[in-house]
């Protein structure tokens, strides 16, 4: 395969073309790890389905020599004219006695039969439904230690895409692996029979289902390349499709009128997908067709060979059912088992893509040894020559910041939309780590220290914060999940944000779920939904608070409140605060000014004025817009 390119992770590919007979095989080593999932997920249920399918292989190649030996019974009795006389009451008795035997077992085969396929299903649908569960947690764990920047890197959110299908895809390559395993023992207990009577009919066999076989490798391997190559257009549809028909986006669809926009560029992208896979059915139908024929062709010859030699004696009649029962049954047991092992092979194709996902490794990470958060901070926070870029970016977001947040100091940053403040702040609580210079914690770099315990230990809450459709209380809770059933803090927490007094006005209190995605939400406003928001900063015991603008919804008065009450509350504290008002700014105890992603001055607010330059500038244009 092709080499990653430079700014790839470990574990990410590029996108194929068609993949080579030896790619296709071998993804098959894929099946293990895939067993050994099947297997952690419940042992019991595994061992369950095997010993299950064991006794159902087992039961066709029974059913179908018993039924020989019905036949050859039937006509012996026949033959004799010993049946003449024996009536169904004495079955069990005299010349009926072993032809009754016979369908009595032949019966009790069919009722094994049919218990055990239901057992089976049954067993299978448990077994599935608790992999694809224990599969799609695992995703969800792992995409959890990822960086930040993965999730904003448009190759590994189609790699999530692809995993996210196989997780809740795959569980059906179990069944059909569970299945192929069945049919081998069943092949095995028919290949048996024909061995003895008639060797050569295998090399039919051969003739009729090898063509067939490397027919249907193709073309899965082709329909794993088309939805391989897709994905991004696929994560596409499904986004054009959420957003012309949710809750977040109703209101300016129907504003703006974009129904008709969405729908025709929804129907263009399906019909590219459906033109795609149109050309590809039509060639699998037809190649199929074709290759088929030669397997019945083949079937038929051996056919017309065994009722030949029944004519000559050499096989009973009892033998022709037997033999022609077993040849067509071998057919179609061979041809499912090589078909679909080219399915299985494509499918473990698939499993390239959950299995490479969890391969990708996050950069970001506690070292062994890892130093716990300092309490209480001495020093502070200093970034030395700091700088980063976004992976496939020309020019750095920030670089050359030089400054330190001292222990207790409150700092502002303020700037304008895109002079780098989101960045500052991603870097101090290391959701990023620079790729210029280093940012330290009381003298040491930041990546010196445990990282669950230096994010437990910062209070975020970011511009674009999250509406989760969960209750009010749990919405404040999320700050700190783990104190999410002690109520005094979260009631706390909201006073602290003046998020209460929101609260108060729901109909079920804390208890009232949020948003309208589920029966009985309520939704907030802008505002109310920032201050619930800002209610999750203070849920922890955090020793650096950061506001990253989340009040751009409330009004002057309101947004003065909230850091007014934030400035209070931050005594003793480190914590940085960001607002396009320089009326609140202004409450901080220093003022980085950003510009470009650089620092252009620091300090107060009066300083800042003084001096002059793009403070004092933004300063005067704001205070001019309220006169």
Same mark, same amino acid.
């Given at each position: 395969?092709?080499? $990653? ?8 590919? $590029? ?20 067993? +050994? ?22 039961? $066709? ?16 009795? &026949?033959?004799?004219? #010993? %049946? ?5 009451? &004495? ?14 077992? #032949? ?44 999730? #904003?890197?448009?190759?590994?959110? *189609? ?95 129907? !504003? ?18 459906? /033109? ?20 019945? !062709?083949?079937?038929?010859?051996? =056919? ?73 901070? @001495? #020093? ?44 500052? &702040? ?23 220290? *445990? ?25 404040? %809770?999320?700050?700190? !999940? ?12 909201? @006073? ?84 396009? @008002? ?13 510009? +470009? ?17 793009? =403070? /004092? ?11």
């Amino acid at each position: 395969m092709p080499a $990653p390119a430079a700014d790839a992770k470990p574990g990410r590919t $590029p996108l194929p073309g068609a993949r080579s007979l030896r790619e296709r095989v071998g993804a098959l080593r894929n099946l293990p790890p895939f067993l +050994a999932m099947v297997w952690r997920t419940s042992p019991a249920l595994t061992l369950a389905t095997g010993a299950l399918r064991i006794g159902r292989a087992l039961l $066709p190649i029974a059913t179908l020599y018993v039924g020989k030996l019905i036949i050859d019974e039937v006509v012996r009795l &026949v033959g004799s004219h #010993e %049946a003449t006389t024996a009536t169904l009451a &004495v079955a069990f008795e005299g010349p009926l006695a072993r032809l009754a035997t016979l369908v009595a077992i #032949e019966f009790a085969l069919a009722i094994a039969s049919d218990v055990l396929g239901r057992a089976v299903s049954l067993i299978d649908a448990l077994l599935s439904e608790r992999f694809s569960n224990a599969t799609s947690l695992r995703l969800m764990a792992h995409a959890a230690t990822l960086d930040l920047e993965d999730f #904003e890197d448009p190759d590994l959110q *189609d790699s999530l895409e692809r995993a996210r299908r196989q997780a809740a895809g795959r569980s059906s390559l179990m069944g059909e692996l569970f299945g192929q395993a069945q049919d081998f023992v069943t092949i095995v207990s028919f290949g048996a029979g024909l061995v003895v009577y008639a060797p050569w009919l295998i090399v039919l066999l051969a003739i009729a289902l090898v063509p067939a076989f490397i027919g249907e490798a193709y073309f899965n391997a082709r329909s794993y390349t088309l939805n391989y190559v897709r994905t991004p257009e696929r994560r596409e549809l499904d986004y054009i499709r959420q957003t012309g028909a949710s809750v977040e986006t109703a209101k300016e669809v129907k !504003i703006f009128g974009l129904n008709a926009f969405l729908i025709e560029r929804y129907r263009t992208l399906a019909d590219s997908f459906f /033109a795609a896979n149109r050309a590809l059915a039509l060639k699998r139908a037809t190649w199929g067709g074709v290759l088929t024929t030669i397997g019945t !062709i083949a079937y038929y010859a051996a =056919y017309a060979y065994i009722i030949l030699r029944t004519l000559h004696g050499a096989f009973t009649i009892g033998d022709l059912t037997f033999l022609a029962g077993s040849f067509r049954r071998l057919r179609t047991l061979l041809e499912g088992l090589l078909i679909g092992f080219s399915s299985v092979a494509g499918q473990a194709l698939y499993l390239d893509d959950l299995f490479s996902f969890f391969e990708i490794e996050p950069e970001i990470r506690s070292k062994p040894g890892a130093l716990p958060f300092p309490r209480p901070i @001495r #020093e502070g926070f200093t970034f030395e020559n700091a700088g980063f870029r976004y992976p496939g970016a020309e020019r750095f977001a920030v670089r050359h910041l030089d400054f330190t947040l001292h222990a207790g100091e409150v700092l502002a940053l303020v700037g304008e939309n895109g002079a780098g403040k989101t960045t500052l &702040v991603k870097l101090l609580a290391r959701l990023y780590d620079p790729d210029e210079g280093r940012v330290l914690l009381d003298g040491r770099d930041l990546s010196d220290y *445990d990282l669950e315990d230096l994010r437990a230990h910062i209070g975020v809450i970011f511009q674009d914060f999250v509406r989760y459709h969960l209750t009010a209380g749990e919405n404040i %809770a999320v700050g700190r !999940i783990d104190a999410r059933l002690d109520r005094r803090r979260i009631e706390t927490a909201a @006073r602290e944000s003046l998020a209460d007094g929101v609260i108060a006005r729901l109909p079920n209190g804390y208890d009232q779920v949020l948003g309208k995605r589920f029966r009985g939400g309520v939704d907030l406003s802008g505002g109310e939904w920032q201050k619930v928001a800002i209610a999750r900063a203070y849920m922890r015991d955090a020793d650096l608070l950061i506001l990253d603008e989340p009040t751009a919804a409330l009004d002057a008065r309101a947004e003065f409140q909230v850091f007014e009450r934030f400035r209070e509350l931050a005594a003793g504290k480190s914590a940085i605060l960001i607002s396009h @008002r320089f009326s609140s700014a202004r409450m901080a105890d220093r003022i980085i000014v950003l510009d +470009a992603g650089e620092i252009e001055a620091i300090g107060t607010h009066d300083e800042l004025l003084a001096a002059g330059g793009r =403070y /004092a500038e933004l300063f005067e244009l704001q205070a001019a817009g309220y006169r």
